[in-house]
């Protein structure tokens, strides 16, 4: 207490610590959390008071920091990730953040932004806490450094290039990555995980793949499928005799087609057989009894897969016995 001019009375304030106020004429308080703190004191003599005189009291820390974060252990290539910060930090600690191959690759936040990584490897993540009011043995500023480590994974590759098929045709693709590879969509796939799949898709497809490491891939390819055109042949005529030689009658299809129909027709406009099977053929029976000799009349339709279009064809086919 500096006071002049005989003050026999004091009122003291003291923001933030454990003794709020006090009327004595040199209080000793204590304050609990580091902090800067507004001390107040209006002194009074026989005269009257005087205006209130207010300091601000800077209250160091003295506990030593403490460095502690989390973070993922491991993250995939082209990717980020975000510290947390958990230490034991008062504001006269100084922070410093070191992520050796990251992008960016020093902060002094204390929760710093996301660190990126590009490229395949393990790297450290150091975390520097300094108190510049707490001095150690050796009379340095006291600090405390905690480093762990990060590993990038690589993403899974696709090795394949983009290639274009005939439709019915198959082709392999092939992929590099950790552990058990699976591809996207898994359709048209023979098998839907493995380094080399084998597909036979009937319209353009992208496939993309992921890896055990849940990484995706930055890689595609794309099948892209080419369509002849359809070609309808058949016999002229057939001999239902039982003898294992030109006993039934079919229609041939030079590639795959969708929504397939034949009919097949007596002269009297009876239908006498009906398939949506492009594989199966006429016996030269109906309903279990042999047809007579004769021309019939087919009619097949079917969608073309290359222009999506429903398209007809139709023909005659003699029967002999």
Same mark, same amino acid.
């Given at each position: 207490?500096?006071?002049?001019?005989?003050?026999?009375?004091?009122?003291?304030?003291? =923001?933030?610590?454990?003794? +709020?106020?006090?009327?004595?004429?040199?209080?000793?308080?204590?304050?609990?959390?580091? %902090? /800067?703190?507004?001390?107040?004191?209006? @002194? =009074?003599?026989?005269?009257?008071?005087?205006?209130?005189?207010?300091?601000?009291?800077?209250?160091?820390?003295?506990?030593?920091?403490? +460095?502690? *974060?989390?973070?993922?252990?491991?993250?995939?290539?082209?990717?980020?990730?975000?510290?947390?910060?958990?230490?034991?930090? $008062?504001? *006269?600690?100084?922070?410093?953040? *070191?992520?050796?191959?990251?992008?960016?690759?020093?902060?002094?936040?204390?929760?710093?932004? @996301?660190?990126?990584?590009?490229?395949?490897?393990?790297?450290?993540?150091?975390?520097?806490?300094?108190?510049? &009011?707490?001095?150690?043995?050796?009379?340095?500023?006291?600090?405390?450094?905690?480093?762990?480590? /990060? $590993?990038?994974?690589?993403?899974?590759?696709?090795?394949?290039?983009?290639?274009?098929? &005939?439709?019915?045709?198959?082709?392999?693709? /092939?992929?590099?990555?950790?552990?058990?590879?699976? !591809?996207?969509?898994?359709? &048209?796939?023979?098998?839907?995980?493995?380094?080399?799949?084998?597909?036979?898709?009937?319209?353009?497809?992208?496939?993309?793949?992921?890896? $055990?490491?849940?990484?995706?891939?930055?890689?595609?390819?794309?099948?892209?499928?080419? &369509?002849?055109?359809?070609? /309808?042949?058949?016999?002229?005529?057939?001999?239902?005799?039982?003898?294992?030689?030109?006993?039934?009658?079919?229609?041939?299809? #030079?590639?795959?087609?969708?929504?397939?129909?034949?009919?097949?027709?007596?002269? !009297?406009?009876?239908?006498?057989?009906?398939?949506?099977?492009?594989? @199966?053929? !006429?016996? %030269?029976?109906?309903?279990?009894?042999?047809?007579?000799?004769?021309?019939?009349?087919?009619?097949? %339709?079917?969608?073309?897969?290359?222009?999506?279009?429903?398209? *007809? @064809? #139709? %023909? #005659?086919?003699?029967?002999?016995?």
């Amino acid at each position: 207490n500096a006071s002049t001019n005989g003050p026999n009375v004091f009122n003291w304030v003291f =923001q933030g610590s454990s003794t +709020a106020s006090s009327d004595s004429t040199n209080p000793i308080v204590s304050f609990n959390s580091a %902090g /800067i703190y507004d001390v107040r004191l209006v @002194a =009074q003599n026989s005269n009257g008071s005087s205006k209130p005189y207010v300091i601000h009291m800077f209250v160091q820390s003295c506990l030593p920091p403490v +460095a502690a *974060f989390n973070s993922s252990i491991n993250i995939c290539q082209k990717s980020c990730t975000i510290f947390s910060n958990h230490s034991t930090v $008062t504001p *006269f600690d100084t922070i410093k953040w *070191f992520a050796k191959g990251a992008h960016p690759d020093t902060s002094s936040r204390l929760n710093p932004p @996301a660190f990126c990584y590009d490229t395949v490897g393990t790297y450290p993540i150091k975390l520097i806490l300094v108190n510049h &009011y707490r001095f150690n043995s050796k009379n340095h500023y006291e600090r405390d450094t905690l480093v762990k480590y /990060i $590993t990038v994974l690589p993403a899974p590759r696709i090795l394949s290039r983009d290639s274009c098929i &005939y439709a019915g045709d198959s082709i392999k693709l /092939i992929a590099k990555g950790n552990g058990l590879i699976t !591809w996207l969509p898994n359709t &048209y796939l023979f098998a839907s995980t493995g380094d080399t799949v084998l597909c036979m898709p009937i319209n353009k497809t992208t496939y993309t793949v992921k890896d $055990t490491t849940t990484c995706p891939s930055p890689d595609s390819v794309v099948v892209c499928v080419k &369509y002849q055109n359809v070609y /309808i042949t058949s016999t002229n005529t057939f001999t239902p005799d039982g003898n294992g030689k030109n006993d039934v009658f079919n229609i041939n299809v #030079n590639i795959p087609v969708n929504e397939y129909n034949l009919k097949i027709y007596n002269r !009297w406009g009876e239908k006498v057989f009906e398939t949506s099977d492009y594989h @199966a053929g !006429w016996d %030269g029976t109906y309903r279990g009894i042999q047809q007579n000799s004769g021309v019939y009349v087919w009619i097949i %339709g079917y969608r073309d897969l290359g222009d999506n279009q429903y398209k *007809f @064809a #139709n %023909g #005659n086919v003699t029967l002999i016995r």
